[in-house]
């Protein structure tokens, strides 16, 4: 028979080991979620991203690595070369990792060319509708690649069916609102709701 000493060191051995075995899981997880970041974004992207480094504006820079992981979405508006999609993937991985969000993430021209399959077949929009609506968190990166009518329509009902949900929509693009309306001349009613949609789903960021 134990002794009461003995009794207590044996429940805190095996409280111990618990906590070790708990811990061990969560590394074993987290590196798995890297692992499976990098697939979801590349190796390039999945690099850790140094924010001394960047040309950024500071404080632009911190809205983005600052930014929540619920509530509204992000749209970071600027040229190329400015850093927008390392920041973006760089706070999505913090989600990813730490908080253990469903994310998807596309290019701009990987959203359009399915938004046209999917436009074009009927049979495909359901498809189509439910792959981009159900992550908890929807980054398309270089919006307005290949950006057309069909694009802008695809984008519409994709925040219109996310909102819904409550479910962020995060761009980064170099399309500012005079190029929207540019580019959608012949479809003013379109681009306006377009913008509208952007700026009440979105926190705006303009580099």
């Not at 890297?34 to 809205?63: C, H, N, R």
């Not at 509708?129 to 802008?152: C, H, Q, V, W």
């Amino acid at each position: 028979m134990l002794t009461p000493e003995e009794h207590k060191e044996m429940e805190r051995l095996k409280a111990e080991s618990e906590i070790n075995l708990r811990n061990k899981l969560a590394v074993e997880r987290t590196e798995h979620r890297k692992k499976t970041w990098q697939q979801i974004v590349g190796e390039l992207y999945a690099e850790e991203f140094d924010a001394a480094k960047s040309s950024m504006e500071p404080a632009k820079l911190s809205q983005i690595l600052e930014f929540p992981s619920k509530g509204k979405g992000l749209c970071v508006i600027g040229e190329s070369r400015r850093g927008k999609s390392r920041a973006c993937f760089h706070r999505l991985r913090d989600f990813y990792l730490d908080d253990y969000l469903s994310i998807k993430c596309v290019t701009g021209i990987e959203f359009a060319t399915k938004a046209s399959a999917a436009f074009k077949d009927p049979a495909k929009t359901q498809a189509w509708l439910l792959e981009f609506s159900s992550p908890s968190l929807l980054y398309i990166d270089d919006f307005g690649k290949r950006f057309n009518i069909t694009t802008a329509e695809a984008l519409h009902e994709i925040f219109e069916e996310r909102c819904k949900t409550r479910k962020p929509t995060w761009l980064s693009t170099n399309l500012t609102s005079e190029l929207i309306k540019k580019l959608l001349k012949d479809e003013p009613h379109l681009a306006n709701s377009l913008i509208e949609r952007i700026k009440e789903f979105c926190d705006v960021v303009v580099l």
